[in-house]
Structures are given as structure tokens and as C-alpha cells.
């Protein structure tokens, strides 16, 4: 007889951008949803509190292992997808040891969290195209060494590493997605994409006048996290784990970006960004751009929305939240 049980998940990150998108993909799949969420003086349930009946939420800090090791035994998922880390590049500059503890050794603690409590648990890496960094081919796949530009970048190769390590090790059935950007109405509001479009309703509507920002000519593979999570779920249905790149395959600079989102509410982004030394990092990553074939050929994955949709998307969510339209996210 077959197991009837419905299949149980836990993800790491389940209050961020693609926490929140993943939850609800594998709630509508039939899944029991347990989030793992960290100890705060103030609970960050804005993105997934249109799901929170429908979710299990469990304590737990990537920082602790004996956490995750107890989150584990008390829920028994048959799959953990582990997308909580440090993830702001900026600020893994200011950082990088807090960074380098949560997105890099945080893996291997959930990991061998997994490896103690039970190796059947399939796993989910959330590894990331600023890996690439300085790229050494164009397009980036699975099979382009890594220089990673960044404190955040660096230690998400220690995380992708440890992830095929024990896979290798200890036969987990451990995937890592290489993500390339992705964005929504609930990106955090450091992010550029949201930055820009946040700053453009905010100008439309006349309650800012001017949008500072870094280096405009860095060129992004953008996509929307709404597809993406699909492809975290894919991978894990997979008879054998693997690696695999996830992106658009199409790059767009930051000043393209903001020509579009001002463009849509009839404006000149011109007349209204600065460009401020205070955005500027260190080291930059100037290009990305992904060829996402394996992903397409094995997993049968496709993105659904392009560039232009996306920009209009979050301009407009951005438009209805400053005028009270939306409560929370859409
Ligand atoms: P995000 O919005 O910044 O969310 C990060 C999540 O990690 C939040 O839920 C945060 O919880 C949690 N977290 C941080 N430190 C933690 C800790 N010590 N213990 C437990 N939880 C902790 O990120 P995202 O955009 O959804 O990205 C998800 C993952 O994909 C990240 O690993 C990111 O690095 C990776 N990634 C993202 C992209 C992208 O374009 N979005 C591309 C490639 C890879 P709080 O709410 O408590 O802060
Ligand atoms: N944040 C920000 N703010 N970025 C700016 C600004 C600004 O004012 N001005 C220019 N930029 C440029 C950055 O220098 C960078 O080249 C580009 O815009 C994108 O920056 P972010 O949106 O902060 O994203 P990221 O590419 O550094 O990192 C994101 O994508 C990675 C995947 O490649 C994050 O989501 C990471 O977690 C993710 O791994």
C-alpha cells in the first residue's frame, strides 16, 4: 500500500522573498509546511501572513545547530530546503563574518543536522549566480569556475561545496540551484530592483523627489521568484540530486531597469536619479548572464515572466501599497 500521507517540507528563509513564494507553491501542491524562523524581538511574518494558518512555524537559527537538529526530530520533513542566509551583498562587505557564519557554516549545519537525524531527507541549496562574480565565460552554466567578488559570494561557495561534499560523502540526496537574480513585489527594499520601484511610485504619487543610486551600468540576469521556486521543488523530485543553473538568459544594466519603471508611469528616470559613491561597493560583479539548459532539458523548467512584465509588475504593486490598496504583499 501506498504512503497516502501528505509529503512534509521545512524551509529555512520562510519569512524572505522566495520563502514566502515557496511556501505557498507547496502548500498548493498538497504539502504540510513547516518554516523554520529565527528568534526576533519583532516577528517578520509580513510576507507569509496570508499563509499562516495553513503553516507549522518551528524556532530555529542557522547559527545553532542543536536547533536545527530539534526542528528536525519534532517534524520529520521529507524535504528541507534551506534558503535562509545573510543575503545582501552590501552589507556582507560590513559584515563578513556574521555573513560568512550564517550563509556559509550555516549550511553544514543544517546539513549535518540532516546526516544525523535521517539521510533519506532530500535537500535544497539556495547557491547564487554571485558566485560567477568576475565571470570567466559568457553565458555562466555548471560547468563555469567560480571567483566570487564578494564576502556574501565567497561564502556562498563554501556553501555550494559543502552541499556536493556531502552529497558525495555521505550519499544525501543534496541539490544546489544556482539562481540568478530574481525579484517580486516582495523583494526587500534594499534590493535595486525594489529599490527603483519603490522610489518610482513614491515620486509618481509626490512624496520623493529624487532616487540615489550606485553603479548603473552593472548588468543583471533579473527573473521572478515566482518561477523560480518551481525549480527548487523540481530538483528535489529528482531520482538523482545535481546542480543546476536557474536564470532568464537575458542581461539588462540598472540603468535599463530604471529607464523601464520610470517609463511606465510616463516619467524620465533622468530627471530624478543621482548616482552616490554611497552605493558603490568595493568590488563589483558586472555581468551576469545564465544558460539555464540543463534545467530546461531535465527538470522541464521554463520562466513565465519576462523583463518588461516584471518591471511594470513591481512599479504597479509598488503604486497600490503607498496608496493603501494592497494591506500587506501581493
Ligand atoms: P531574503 O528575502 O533576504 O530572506 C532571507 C531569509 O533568511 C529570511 O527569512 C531571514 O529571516 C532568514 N535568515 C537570515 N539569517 C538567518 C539565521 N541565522 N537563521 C535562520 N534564518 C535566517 O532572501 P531571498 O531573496 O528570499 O533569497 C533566498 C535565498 O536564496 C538566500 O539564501 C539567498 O542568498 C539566495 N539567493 C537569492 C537570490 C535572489 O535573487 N533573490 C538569488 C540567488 C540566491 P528574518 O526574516 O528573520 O531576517
Ligand atoms: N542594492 C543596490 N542599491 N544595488 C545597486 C544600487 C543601489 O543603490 N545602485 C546600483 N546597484 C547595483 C549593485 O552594485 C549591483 O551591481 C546591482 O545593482 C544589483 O544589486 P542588488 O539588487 O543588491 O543584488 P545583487 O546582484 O548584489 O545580489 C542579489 O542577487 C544575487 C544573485 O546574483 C541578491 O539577491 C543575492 O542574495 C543573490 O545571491
Same mark, same amino acid.
Not at 50 to 66: F, K
Not at 173 to 196: C, D, M, Q
Not at 211 to 217: A, C, S
Not at 302 to 329: I, P
Given at each position: 500500500?501506498?504512503?497516502?500521507?501528505?509529503?512534509?517540507?521545512?524551509?529555512?528563509?520562510?519569512?524572505?522573498?522566495?520563502?514566502? =513564494? %515557496?511556501?505557498?507553491? %507547496?502548500?498548493?501542491?498538497?504539502?504540510?509546511?513547516?518554516?523554520?524562523?529565527?528568534? /526576533?524581538?519583532?516577528?517578520?511574518?509580513?510576507?507569509?501572513?496570508?499563509?499562516?494558518?495553513?503553516?507549522?512555524?518551528?524556532?530555529?537559527?542557522?547559527?545553532?545547530?542543536?536547533?536545527?537538529? $530539534?526542528?528536525?526530530?519534532?517534524?520529520?520533513?521529507?524535504?528541507?530546503?534551506?534558503?535562509?542566509?545573510?543575503?545582501?551583498?552590501?552589507?556582507?562587505?560590513?559584515?563578513?563574518?556574521?555573513?560568512?557564519?550564517?550563509?556559509?557554516?550555516?549550511?553544514?549545519?543544517?546539513?549535518?543536522?540532516?546526516?544525523?537525524?535521517?539521510?533519506?531527507?532530500?535537500?535544497?541549496?539556495?547557491?547564487?549566480?554571485?558566485?560567477?562574480?568576475?565571470?570567466?565565460?559568457?553565458?555562466?552554466? $555548471?560547468?563555469?569556475?567560480?571567483?566570487?567578488?564578494?564576502? =556574501?559570494?565567497?561564502?556562498?561557495?563554501?556553501?555550494?561545496?559543502?552541499?556536493?561534499?556531502?552529497?558525495?560523502?555521505?550519499?544525501?540526496?543534496?541539490?544546489?540551484?544556482?539562481?540568478?537574480?530574481?525579484?517580486?513585489?516582495?523583494?526587500?527594499?534594499?534590493?535595486?530592483?525594489?529599490?527603483?520601484?519603490?522610489?518610482?511610485? /513614491?515620486?509618481?504619487?509626490?512624496?520623493?523627489?529624487?532616487?540615489?543610486?550606485?553603479?548603473?551600468?552593472?548588468?543583471?540576469?533579473?527573473?521572478?521568484?515566482?518561477?523560480?521556486?518551481?525549480?527548487?521543488?523540481?530538483?528535489?523530485?529528482?531520482?538523482?540530486?545535481?546542480?543546476?543553473?536557474?536564470? /532568464?538568459?537575458?542581461?539588462?544594466?540598472?540603468?535599463?531597469?530604471? $529607464?523601464?519603471?520610470?517609463?511606465?508611469?510616463?516619467?524620465?528616470?533622468?530627471?530624478?536619479?543621482?548616482?552616490? $559613491?554611497?552605493?558603490?561597493?568595493?568590488?563589483?560583479?558586472?555581468?551576469?548572464?545564465?544558460?539555464?539548459?540543463?534545467?530546461?532539458?531535465?527538470?522541464?523548467?521554463?520562466?513565465?515572466?519576462?523583463?518588461?512584465?516584471?518591471?511594470?509588475?513591481?512599479?504597479?504593486?509598488?503604486?497600490? %501599497? %503607498?496608496?493603501?490598496?494592497?494591506?500587506?504583499?501581493?
Amino acid at each position: 500500500m501506498t504512503d497516502q500521507r501528505p509529503r512534509r517540507a521545512l524551509i529555512s528563509g520562510i519569512t524572505g522573498q522566495d520563502g514566502s =513564494y %515557496l511556501a505557498e507553491f %507547496l502548500l498548493d501542491k498538497g504539502y504540510e509546511v513547516v518554516g523554520l524562523v529565527r528568534r /526576533s524581538s519583532m516577528v517578520s511574518f509580513e510576507r507569509i501572513a496570508h499563509l499562516q494558518d495553513r503553516l507549522t512555524i518551528v524556532s530555529g537559527d542557522l547559527l545553532d545547530e542543536a536547533s536545527l537538529i $530539534e526542528a528536525l526530530q519534532q517534524h520529520r520533513p521529507a524535504e528541507v530546503y534551506n534558503l535562509a542566509a545573510q543575503s545582501f551583498v552590501q552589507t556582507s562587505f560590513g559584515q563578513p563574518v556574521l555573513t560568512g557564519e550564517t550563509t556559509a557554516l550555516g549550511v553544514t549545519r543544517l546539513l549535518d543536522a540532516i546526516r544525523i537525524v535521517d539521510p533519506s531527507i532530500r535537500f535544497y541549496q539556495a547557491s547564487s549566480s554571485e558566485m560567477f562574480g568576475k565571470v570567466r565565460e559568457v553565458p555562466q552554466t $555548471e560547468d563555469t569556475p567560480f571567483h566570487p567578488r564578494s564576502p =556574501y559570494g565567497v561564502a556562498k561557495v563554501y556553501g555550494h561545496w559543502i552541499t556536493v561534499n556531502y552529497r558525495e560523502s555521505y550519499d544525501l540526496h543534496a541539490s544546489s540551484g544556482i539562481l540568478f537574480n530574481h525579484e517580486s513585489p516582495r523583494r526587500g527594499l534594499e534590493f535595486v530592483t525594489r529599490k527603483i520601484t519603490h522610489a518610482v511610485a /513614491s515620486i509618481y504619487l509626490g512624496r520623493q523627489r529624487e532616487l540615489r543610486l550606485g553603479n548603473l551600468e552593472a548588468k543583471r540576469d533579473w527573473g521572478y521568484a515566482g518561477d523560480y521556486v518551481k525549480a527548487m521543488w523540481l530538483m528535489l523530485q529528482q531520482d538523482q540530486p545535481d546542480d543546476y543553473v536557474v536564470c /532568464s538568459g537575458e542581461t539588462h544594466s540598472v540603468r535599463e531597469f530604471c $529607464e523601464l519603471a520610470f517609463a511606465h508611469l510616463g516619467m524620465d528616470y533622468q530627471e530624478f536619479v543621482v548616482v552616490d $559613491e554611497a552605493f558603490m561597493r568595493p568590488a563589483e560583479v558586472d555581468l551576469l548572464v545564465g544558460n539555464a539548459d540543463r534545467a530546461e532539458r531535465t527538470l522541464g523548467w521554463r520562466r513565465e515572466v519576462g523583463f518588461g512584465d516584471l518591471v511594470a509588475m513591481m512599479v504597479d504593486a509598488d503604486v497600490d %501599497l %503607498l496608496q493603501g490598496k494592497l494591506k500587506g504583499l501581493s
